[in-house]
């Protein structure tokens, strides 16, 4: 049963624009979410993480957003660059050591 | 200080065999989680080692199962190979201070024929 659903499989931006990327909960225990960033024969890389009791998350060029009534967090890139093109995944925990993933987004950030 | 280490790289092995992967954790960390990425599941949770003592366990055949030594590295070991377990494992780590994130290795990527 998967309870962290990352609906668009792909995406494509141009460079300079934002990159939207999207994620849905069904659990309504996780209180942490997380977003790596994965490469290919590469293990993720962490990039931003949020806690339940925040709605919204900044690092530089990289926003999340988190809407707890709707189970619902965001991963905004911007600008978005070329390096950015990756396949992005996004977690969620109650525990802090088990995290559910979703499926991953591959974003393609084009020149 | 050195990032997560798992060895080795890439494994091939065949039906039936029995197979055992190794990760060395951040240096202080003694949490280490495994995980199973595969195209169609996904990245799947394996279990969770705390001081020598498994402390969560996700929804896999008892085929798995890991250890942790008192240096906190730990070991995975899979039995009985099956094709389906062809995948790439991955093993986290965790400094366990509240709300951090799980640092990954590049895992191990494992054929079975």
């Known amino acids: 049963d998967q309870q962290v659903k990352q609906n668009s499989p792909s995406l494509s931006v141009q460079e300079g624009r934002i990159s939207i990327l999207n994620c849905d909960y069904t659990n309504s225990m996780f209180d942490y979410f997380l977003w790596y960033k994965k490469y290919p024969a590469e293990g993720p890389t962490f990039l931003i993480s949020?806690?339940?009791?925040?709605d919204k998350n900044e690092d530089g060029r990289f926003t999340v957003f988190l809407n707890k009534s709707a189970k619902h967090l965001s991963l905004h890139i911007v600008p978005s660059q070329p390096g950015d093109s990756a396949v992005y995944f996004c977690?969620?925990?109650?525990?802090?050591?088990?995290?559910?993933f979703g499926k991953g987004t591959s974003l393609l950030v084009t020149p | 200080k050195a990032g997560v280490t798992q060895t080795p790289r890439y494994l091939i092995k065949t039906r039936g065999q029995q197979v055992t992967l190794s990760c060395s954790p951040i240096?202080?960390?003694?949490?280490v989680s495994w995980y199973q990425q595969t195209p169609g599941q996904g990245l799947q949770f394996l279990f969770e080692y705390f001081s020598e003592t498994q402390r969560n366990k996700g929804n896999f055949p008892g085929r798995f199962s890991g250890r942790q030594f008192s240096n906190s590295r730990s070991e995975m070991n899979v039995s009985t190979l099956e094709l389906g377990d062809s995948a790439l494992y991955l093993c986290?780590?965790?400094?366990?201070?509240?709300?951090?994130?799980?640092?990954f290795g590049n895992g191990t990527r494992l054929t079975v024929t």
């Open positions: 240096s202080g960390h003694r949490s």
């Open positions: 986290a780590t965790h400094s366990g201070d509240l709300n951090s994130p799980l640092h």
């Open positions: 977690a969620a925990t109650s525990s802090g050591y088990a995290l559910n």
């Open positions: 949020i806690s339940s009791i925040k």
